[in-house]
């Protein structure tokens, strides 16, 4: 069974940082792509960032352009935990973040961009 369970998520002011973790568990997770979504209120979901398995090359992303350059997707195979790294925040970027793989999707974390 597939789970994946989002933290790290907060209140932070504009131009400020957060690190989110999900932790993953029910599949191989070494092979899977990652992703993160996001959602904010009376928005539809919309797909931040995908990480690849690691292969030849290392692993691989793809980010929308809307983040691209200030966050950073990074995987620790050993701890079955992908991290999304964002710096320079803007209210924008307010959303519930969730991580997704396999189908499936956890809970979510908030993040609030606010002064």
Known sequence: ????VE???GLVQPGGSLRLSCA????TFSSTFMNWYRQAPGKERELVAV????????SSTVYA??????????????KNTV?????????????????????????????????
Request: aromatic content about 8%; proline content about 3%.
């Open 65 to 78: 352009d809307s983040v691209k350059g200030r966050f950073t997707l990074s995987r620790d195979n050993a």
């Open 7 to 9: 933290s790290g998520g």
């Open 24 to 27: 993953a568990s029910g599949f």
């Open 51 to 58: 990480l690849s398995p690691v292969g030849g090359n290392g």
């Open 83 to 115: 991290y999304l790294q964002m710096n320079k925040l803007k209210p924008d970027d307010t959303a519930k973040y969730y991580c997704g793989a396999r189908g499936s999707v956890g809970q979510g974390t908030q993040v609030t961009v606010s002064s």
């Open 1 to 4: 069974q597939v789970q994946l």
